[in-house]
């Protein structure tokens, strides 16, 4: 999956500012070429889980659908870790063949990867950054 510098550098700063609670958001794109970031609200206020604000998802699904994109990545902040979707992340993943980026907190920078959730088996894939 390729993401643009810009929107890594919008999706941290976005994370940075919900801590010390998860942030998440989504992105969009074509064929693994992300395009579009959508900043959504976490409903739980948590620093160990998150719940998308569903008119907010609503209206980033829409806007996708009338810009002609894909939904391509869910991504949300684990402030303490682990790097790894936890196990209410693969048993809640609701979007076969959609991204997972769990970002995590390194010092002054952040720790970004990707998953592929199918059922209970998790794949990491590599992330582009241009």
């Not at 609503?58 to 996708?64: P, R």
Request: net charge negative.
């Amino acid at each position: 999956m390729q993401i643009p510098i810009s929107l890594r550098k919008e999706m941290l700063a976005h994370l940075e500012a919900c801590l010390p609670e998860e942030g998440c958001g989504l992105l969009g794109g074509i064929q693994g070429k992300c395009s579009l970031l959508r900043l959504v609200s976490n409903d739980l206020h948590s620093p160990t889980g998150f719940r998308m604000n569903p008119q907010e998802q609503l209206q980033a699904f829409l806007l996708l659908e009338e810009m002609g994109l894909d939904l391509l990545a869910v991504f949300h902040s684990h402030p303490h870790g682990p790097q790894i979707p936890s196990a209410t992340d693969v048993s809640e993943f609701a979007y076969p063949g959609v991204i997972s980026l769990i970002c995590v907190p390194s010092g002054a920078d952040w720790i970004v990867r990707g998953f592929a959730i199918d059922g209970k088996r998790v794949t990491e894939i590599t992330l582009t950054w241009d």
